[in-house]
């Protein structure tokens, strides 16, 4: 927000200056109150962003599991890093690597600060990394907590992604032609 009022600032000094310039005075004038004008964005852009990193603590690592995603990953955390100053880093595990990749990194003294579980299954393994979400804003945001992943009474995730896979039959046309359901043993 600090950064959208500095910006607004600056934009209103540099019209200000412009209308101005366009009121009178030389061109002698005129390169001045640009330079002028490039000083004061230049300064306050710095201010904002020295004002980021300077309120900014801490640092996020996340490991993303879908590599089909990692670009779209990557672009968030460059604008939040941009907007807190909170250095954003997100390492992304091969197809077919999460587990192994989550493995490996949690074994590290700079282990991934965000990461995800696959469901149930993956929580049982890594809830002993995972913090109590019970409480918090994202946790009073849910309509539902029907995806929320539980642990007695602590909401140790929550479902961003659901995947589900299944086979679908038309029992109709499988009676036209000689079979029913119990027929099917594999894909």
């Keep these: 927000m600090k950064t959208k009022k500095t910006l607004s600032l600056t934009l209103a000094a540099a019209m200000t200056a412009g209308l101005l310039v366009g009121c009178g005075g030389g061109a002698a004038s005129s390169s001045s109150t640009a330079a002028a004008s490039s000083e004061a964005t230049a300064s306050s852009e710095a201010a904002s962003s020295a004002a980021a990193t300077s309120t900014a603590a ?11 995603q990692d670009e779209a990953w990557q672009d968030l955390a460059k604008k939040y890093t941009e907007e807190t100053g ?73 479902g961003y992604v659901i995947e589900s896979y299944g086979l679908i039959t038309n029992k109709t046309l499988l009676e036209k032609a000689g079979y029913t359901v119990d027929d099917i043993k594999s894909f």
């Design 58 to 68: 801490g640092k996020v690592y996340y490991l993303n599991f879908k590599p089909e």
């Design 86 to 158: 909170v250095p954003v880093t997100v390492v992304t595990a091969a197809s077919g690597q999460y587990e192994t990749t989550l493995m490996s990194e949690m074994a590290k003294s700079d282990a991934p600060t965000l990461f995800q579980v696959n469901g149930p299954v993956g929580l049982a393994n890594w809830k002993d990394y995972c913090y109590d979400l019970s409480g918090t804003k994202i946790a009073g945001d849910l309509t539902s907590d029907t995806y929320a992943l539980k642990d007695g009474d602590q909401m140790l995730g929550i």
